[in-house]
């Protein structure tokens, strides 16, 4: 399996695209989404998914993780083809996708060349709880950096003298004020000022 292909783009179309690897020019099939990032780059780096048939190999190209994912996750839908998840693809962008999934937007599918109602609902019905799952992963990976990041500023904090139940309430103010963005350093910066 090609896991990615990393190297000059000697052909774009909203298509496909030719990758120059070391002299060898692999035929990459794309999707518009990943075609919209391509479009100004003379390099480049595309992860693949390599479909083999009888009568032919197709390699399809994705700029990032996450669309080559939601593909492969499209293609074992019954009746989806790797044309017909390229062209969703085209059509949302991968978080377009997966909201469509989530919501139960069958519309939003139907309005996709050669995905009818049946269709729509079937990519509803198989993805639906993987979409869910990989998005609570997400989430959780997310907390436990968040949760990370508060640990290190209170333990910064309290070595610098001040005491851990006063840093613990104020770093706690200054995340819930910030929505959950935030870094170590910005975070004592934070604190400290209010302490000042």
Not at 32 to 44: I, R, S, W
Not at 97 to 119: W, Y
Not at 148 to 168: D, P, T, W
């Amino acid at each position: 399996m090609i896991a990615y292909l990393e190297g000059k783009l000697s052909f774009k179309s909203p298509t496909h695209v030719y990758i120059d690897v070391g002299g060898i020019a692999y035929d990459v099939q794309v999707s518009l989404n990943t075609f919209g990032h391509l479009e100004a780059l003379d390099e480049v780096k595309l992860y693949t998914h390599l479909i083999v048939r009888e009568d032919a190999h197709y390699l399809f190209g994705f700029f990032d993780l996450e669309e080559k994912d939601l593909f492969a996750k499209l293609i074992s839908v019954s009746g989806i083809g790797p044309n017909t998840a390229r062209v969703i693809l085209s059509y949302m962008t991968p978080p377009e996708t997966k909201s469509a999934i989530l919501s139960d937007n069958v519309v939003a599918f139907k309005k996709v060349k050669g995905v009818g109602p049946k269709t729509a609902q079937r990519i509803i019905l198989d993805l639906k709880d993987k979409i869910a799952k990989d998005s609570l992963h997400v989430m959780a990976t997310q907390n436990n950096a968040n949760e990370s990041i508060r640990e290190e500023a209170i333990s910064a904090l309290v070595s610098l003298g001040f005491q851990k139940s006063q840093v613990n309430k104020l770093v706690d103010k200054v995340i819930s004020e910030n929505s959950g963005d935030y870094q170590v350093e910005t975070l004592i910066k934070s604190v400290l000022r209010q302490l000042s």
